[in-house]
């Protein structure tokens, strides 16, 4: 009878503790999900089981150590909480970014997330535990002889199992992505930044480049490369806009192409730890550089970003997976001419683009094409459906493009826009979707030219030169050598064989 009462409170016990676990933190990573229908909404119940089912492997196997977990649970869950709140409340993603911020903030900043609500959340949170502690405070709750410690086992192998299924299907959600977060904080590789060598300059003057870094925005779906539907509208209409149909790059996710866009490195290095920074090479000969951003910095182009004069991340605590993003059209708000300098200067506006789930790409205005998704869980949908908000995405680019351009018109100085997307999207095409995956369309990149009327007027040769290449088959490596071409670097070697000015 002694043996089945234990058996008895041990089921209570952890049971009991991984309804609090799901209750206060697991289930933030499920509320703010837009479902659709009754097959989505099994799919993310099954998901919800079998990752609540891993962490009860972790915290069972954390129970053995009955001391320890005495002291260092509450803490963890306090912690866990208090993050969790967030995710409920405003869909913040959890992640290195969002460690990082709290690690590196201003006790003024830590202060200011106080709130009536956030307070009363903790209490509460904590009072639960407290009294279910209190509850059950014989040490035997575990034992590495129960039979509960397999089931345990066999949890904890469920999360590499689903892991190794799928990347990141559970750490990126609660609880884990909070310690994957400060694991990847506090151990990522430092991305080795190479000395530009020599004393590069330029004699130009009154330069203005504007670099427009997209997202997942792929080729064939702009109706200036000849797509059925009209998804280029305003940009159909203007002068000096040159898009480029046939540009390649094998690197299809944020990481590893952007790092590749921003650098010397050719799409054929696969060895991004040493590279030298267009930044720094610009820097060097005078132009003032400038990044304004809607994407949380990721650690393989972080380092090549603050090479930069100045670094504008707007919302910063909501990532491409939040569904409170805010819209690209709020870059334009930390985006302005300045007539008065010579200086040259480039600005980059790092965009969130086209990237999944692409209703919270756009706003109503744009809702043109219809009807759109209504679930993050691609099995669920329709490809048509899936297919019309990935248009509207080109609709709501247009309409910032052609406004960035209606602003840069008012400038005096000769300035040149290009708009290049970090890679594709695959929309069905055998059976792919998304990208970071092999297929034609997602190596398939949109890219855009327009300068001003003085920058051509300045540049008779080179605008030749750019409308020559429209329809030839170029890769990204063009970028870092076109830009120092048209900056008219000098006493810096750089390819300008690759150069679309050349």
């Excluded at 010397?264 to 550089?289: P, Q, R």
């Excluded at 679930?375 to 490809?383: D, E, F, I, N, Q």
């Excluded at 490596?477 to 120092?484: A, G, V």
Aim: charged letters at 20%.
């Amino acid at each position: 009878m002694e043996k089945f009462r234990l058996k008895k409170q041990e089921i209570k016990f952890h049971l009991g503790l991984n309804i609090l676990i799901a209750l206060f933190i697991t289930m933030a990573s499920y509320v703010n999900i837009p479902y659709g229908n009754l097959k989505a909404y099994f799919v993310y119940f099954v998901h919800f089981i079998l990752l609540q089912f891993s962490v009860f492997g972790f915290v069972y196997v954390f129970s053995l150590f009955k001391s320890v977990f005495k002291v260092l649970f509450p803490v963890l869950f306090l912690i866990l909480v208090s993050m969790s709140f967030w995710v409920y409340t405003q869909d913040i993603t959890i992640g290195e970014g969002m460690i990082q911020a709290i690690i590196e903030a201003n006790i003024d900043i830590a202060i200011d997330v106080f709130s009536v609500q956030y307070v009363f959340y903790l209490v509460l949170s904590m009072l639960c535990l407290f009294f279910f502690l209190r509850k059950f405070k014989e040490d035997k709750k575990s034992s590495i002889k129960s039979p509960a410690f397999i089931i345990a086992i066999i949890g904890i192998i469920t999360f590499f199992l689903v892991e190794n299924y799928k990347l990141g299907a559970f750490k990126r959600r609660l609880p884990f992505n909070v310690y994957f977060g400060f694991v990847n904080y506090f151990s990522k590789p430092k991305l080795k930044l190479n000395k530009i060598g020599g004393s590069p300059f330029s004699e130009e003057k009154d330069l203005n480049v504007i670099f427009v870094l997209g997202e997942s925005v792929r080729a064939d779906h702009l109706s200036l490369n000849g797509y059925i539907r009209n998804t280029t509208p305003l940009l159909s209409n203007q002068k000096n806009v040159l898009s480029f149909n046939k540009v390649y790059t094998p690197l299809t996710y944020t990481a590893i192409s952007v790092p590749q866009i921003l650098t010397n490195k050719s799409i054929l290095d696969n060895n991004y730890k040493e590279a030298v920074s267009l930044y720094s090479v610009l820097n060097a000969a005078g132009f003032c550089t400038k990044w304004i951003g809607n994407q949380s910095l990721e650690k393989s182009y972080k380092e090549i970003v603050h090479t930069n004069d100045s670094v504008s991340i707007i919302d910063r605590f909501h990532s491409v997976l939040s569904f409170k993003k805010e819209k690209d059209l709020k870059l334009l708000d930390y985006f302005s001419i300045n007539n008065i300098t010579s200086l040259n200067k480039i600005t980059t506006m790092h965009m969130i683009g086209s990237h999944w789930y692409y209703n919270n790409r756009f706003d109503e205005r744009f809702l043109n094409f219809t009807p759109v998704t209504n679930s993050k869980y691609v099995g669920s949908l329709k490809a048509s459906h899936i297919i019309n908000s990935y248009d509207n995405t080109i609709l709501y680019l247009d309409f910032f493009l052609n406004q960035l351009i209606s602003e840069l018109k008012k400038s005096t100085k000769k300035t040149i826009l290009i708009y290049l997307s970090d890679h594709g999207e695959n929309l069905g095409e055998e059976g792919k979707w998304l990208h970071a995956q092999e297929h034609s369309t997602s190596k398939n990149p949109a890219m855009l030219v327009w300068f001003s009327d003085k920058f051509r007027e300045s540049y008779p040769q080179k605008i030749n030169k750019l409308i020559s290449k429209k329809n030839d088959s170029i890769s990204t490596d063009f970028f870092f050598h076109s830009i120092l071409d048209i900056g008219g670097i000098q006493s810096y070697t750089f390819d300008k064989s690759k150069s679309l000015f050349n």
